[in-house]
């Protein structure tokens, strides 16, 4: 087996160290082409359902016995 002397050994070391840090993956970061859109589809029915509540409360108080 074959020993490697202490400079020779650093500088192995060294080069197996450059070579496996050399195929470490790289991540980049890009701007999209085109613009983001965000479609919000919102449906907006706050304002029916107090009127139906409204007409309901009527409707009780005009006929308590309905229930």
Excluded: H
């Amino acid at each position: 087996m074959y020993v490697v002397p202490g400079r020779e050994a650093v500088l192995v070391g060294t080069l197996v160290c450059l070579a496996l840090s050399a195929c470490t993956p790289t991540v980049q970061v890009e701007a999209p082409k085109e613009p983001i859109t965000i479609n919000l589809n919102v449906k907006l029915d706050a304002e029916v359902r107090v009127k139906l509540e409204e007409q309901a409360d009527k409707d009780i108080e005009s006929n308590p016995d309905i229930f």
